[in-house]
Nanobody, 128 residues
Framework: QVQLVESGGGLVQTGSSLRLSCAASGRSFSSSTMGWFRQAPGKEREFVGAVTSTGGPIYYAASVRGRFTIFRDSSKNAVYLEMNSLEPEDTAVYYC?????????????????????WGKGTLVTVSS
C-alpha cells in the first residue's frame, strides 16, 4: 500500500523559511513524478512544483519560482520543498503527490487529476 506522509509545516513570520518533507512508502518513486500542491481556505488546490524523475525536469508555479526549491532523495524515497521568503499568501495546507508516470508533457505535471497518490497534508501558516 502506497503512503505519502508530509511533515515540516508550522507557523512562521513573513520572510521566514521552512522545509517540508514527504516520505513515500509502499513502492519506489525514484523514476516517477512527485509534486507539491497547496490549498488555501476557500480556494481550489493549486500546483506548487513537481519533479518528474530523479535528475529530470523540475517545474514550478510562477508564484513560487525563485523562492521555493524542490529536491528529492531517491535513496530515502522522499521529496522535499524548501520554501524561502515566505509570504502570507503562501498560507495553505501543502500536499505531497505522486504518480508512477513521468508527467512531462503538456503541463500535465501541474494537474491535480494526473496524480494517483496523495498525502494528507501539512499546514503552513505565514503571519504578517
Amino acid at each position: 500500500q502506497v503512503q505519502l506522509v508530509e511533515s515540516g509545516g508550522g507557523l512562521v513570520q513573513t520572510g521566514s523559511s521552512l522545509r517540508l518533507s514527504c516520505a513515500a512508502s509502499g513502492r519506489s518513486f525514484s523514476s516517477s513524478t512527485m509534486g507539491w500542491f497547496r490549498q488555501a481556505p476557500g480556494k481550489e488546490r493549486e500546483f506548487v512544483g513537481a519533479v518528474t524523475s530523479t535528475g529530470g525536469p523540475i517545474y514550478y508555479a510562477a508564484s513560487v519560482r525563485g523562492r521555493f526549491t524542490i529536491f528529492r532523495d531517491s535513496s530515502k524515497n522522499a521529496v522535499y520543498l524548501e520554501m524561502n521568503s515566505l509570504e502570507p499568501e503562501d498560507t495553505a495546507v501543502y500536499y505531497c503527490a505522486a504518480d508512477l508516470r513521468r508527467l512531462s508533457y503538456g503541463g500535465n505535471w501541474a494537474r491535480v487529476r494526473e496524480y494517483a497518490y496523495w498525502g494528507k497534508g501539512t499546514l503552513v501558516t505565514v503571519s504578517s
